[in-house]
């Protein structure tokens, strides 16, 4: 029994040591650790040899995978994450061939099934498929898969494993790293069908895809791109401003086929897609243009203004535009001021792009020395004073001599204009100081023609101004008459007036001298009955004091009234007595301060002894 237990613990054993349980999250790596040895070179057994098996075990039960026979190694799920891409490399399979540096593409379920992938032809090394998000069983012997996470181990950058972005205004010109050899003289492998935008990649081998530049370029969008398979470089998209075309100068494309007939002989115009100009240009807006195999000339298709002068237009073609100078034909030179305006039309740019190769080249080669060689040889048939009289026809010559040059150019003349003339300073000094002269001669004139009208002009203002006087003069006379007859009439009234004052005034007088005599006598009989009264009283007064007085007291008394009455003084202010000489001066001095109450000025004995005389 105890032999039986044992055996039947040993059984027990081996049997649970031959389970394997899988998990959903999980794959089962299965390693033989004895067997047939596996061929040279290869490291992953197909058939049973020992080592690493190409088939995964996935979630479940197993039996059998005896412990002491097999190693089975749990491996998680690979996760790839959206937006973003994962890289194989191969440790197994078919050696690269060596036109190519990634292994093929087979189908192997994303590489979940790894003995399709060997038994199919896999090869060794970096892959060209990738996987995009989602959820892998893989197998770690066979296949290493590079994600973000892990991309420095292989020199690349995580964002390089990412979607690849194309912004609307952009344009992605791509690099293939794998493919046959460009051809010899292309500079850029052509287009090739069905390979999705460069996302799949064997797909455009197996179409004959170049490595190497592409014609193609990578619109807006988010493509899938594998790093090792392609570069892309972004660059803006074409704009074409309004009032320009753009003509297309392509190095890539088909071969060339001339679509400009046979009278263009100094060019060949193509149809889009092949090598050369093309014969449609690009209309106003952005394009997505290969800038790096083709080359976009901006043809204005406004009219162009060129100076031949030191101003330069904003398109800056002729900024190395000088004036131009001419010889006249009496050997004079001088210098001139042109514009010349031209036109170029939408279909006739190509032709002029591929007859002269850009606008410069337009001005430079063609207008610079057509209109420049057009006034050298215009000048020399004339003068320079013939030149400049006769600048208009000068203009209009040159338009028609320019216009029927620069038409076998394809481009239109609209008008030639002669600016600034620069004529020699000496000739210009000798005509202005003769038309100056002219001009002085001709003042001259004008003014003794208005000095003659002026004298002309007085003559007649003076006899204008006579004839007012004239005219009252006449009324004065008419004037006077009247004048005359009234005052004869008023002399007639007043003799009457004065006769009849002369008889009122004498009747008046004789009444006023009756009066007055009548008055007179009145006043005389008045007076004189006065008289007789005061002289009795005063006779009766003097009668009476000589009574009381006596008449020589009386007499003296009525002296002394009267002399007091008109202010005459009997008594001297100054009194000076005694013997006459230099005292009695001194003292009538002395007498005259104090009685004035001042020191008077001296004065003079001269005046002095005079004064006393």
Known sequence: MVVIALVGLLALLLFVSGIWV??????????????????????????????????????????GKWAWKYKVVKVPLLHVRPGELALVVAADGDAIPSERILGREIECDDYQNARAFLENGGEKGR??????????????????????????????????????????????????????????????????????NFQRGQAFIDAGGCRGLQEQVLLAGAWNLNPW?????????????????????????????????????????????????????????????????????????????????????????????QQITVRSKDGFSFMLDVSQIIHIGMKSAPRVISRVGSMQNLVDHVLQPTV????????????????????????????????????????????????????????MKTQTDRKIADELQ??????????????????????????AEVVRSEQMVRIAEKNALAAAETAKGQAARVKLEAEAE??????????NAEAMRLRGDAEAHATRAIGAAKAEAYRVGVEAMGEAEFTAL????????????????????????????????????LLNGKVPTPIPLREVVKEKS
């Not at 061929?39 to 039960?61: C, M």
């Open 372 to 427: 420049a060689n057009y006034f050298r040889n215009s000048a020399q048939q004339v003068s320079v004073l013939e030149f400049l009289s006769a600048r208009s026809v000068r203009q209009s010559e040159a338009y028609e001599n320019i216009r029927s040059a620069i038409e076998a150019y394809d481009v239109e003349c609209i008008d030639t204009l002669i600016g600034d003339i620069v004529p020699p300073g000496e000739l």
């Open 506 to 515: 004498a009747s008046a007088t004789r009444a006023h001298a009756q009066a």
């Open 229 to 321: 398979f392609v570069r892309v470089e972004m660059v803006p998209m074409t704009e074409i401003p309004i009032g320009y075309v753009g003509v297309v100068v392509s190095y890539v494309g088909r071969e060339h086929l001339d679509l400009s007939g046979d009278d263009f002989t100094h060019g060949d115009l193509v149809e889009k897609g092949r090598k050369g100009v093309w014969v449609e240009p690009l209309l106003p807006g952005k394009h997505p243009v290969n800038v790096r195999v083709m080359k976009v000339e901006l043809v204005p298709t406004t009219n162009i203004v060129l100076n031949w002068a030191s101003r330069t237009e904003a398109h800056n073609y002729d900024a190395k535009l």
């Open 22 to 63: 899988i998990r959903e999250d999980e794959s089962g790596l299965v390693i033989k650790k004895f067997g047939a040895s596996l061929p040279p070179g290869r490291l992953v057994a197909l058939n049973g040899e020992a080592g690493y098996q190409a088939d995964l075990l996935s979630p479940g039960w197993y039996f």
């Open 558 to 593: 009525q002296l002394a009234q009267t002399l007091g009455q008109h202010g005459v003084k009997l008594v001297p202010d100054v009194a000076v007595t005694g013997e006459a000489g230099q005292g009695a001066l001194a003292s009538a001095l002395v007498g005259r301060m």
């Open 127 to 196: 892959q060209l498929a990738f996987l995009t998000a989602g959820t892998y069983r893989v197998n770690p012997a066979l296949f290493e898969v590079i994600t973000a996470e892990t991309a420095a181990s292989v020199g690349l950058h995580p964002t390089q494993l990412e979607i690849y972005d194309v912004p609307a205004d952009r344009v992605g010109i791509v690099t293939v790293l794998d493919g046959r050899p460009t051809p010899p003289g292309d500079l850029a492998g052509p287009e090739v069908p069905g390979h999705d």
């Open 442 to 467: 001709r003042t001259f004139e004008v003014q003794r023609e208005a000095q003659m009208k002026r004298q002309m002009l007085e003559r007649e203002t003076a006899v204008a101004n006579m004839q």
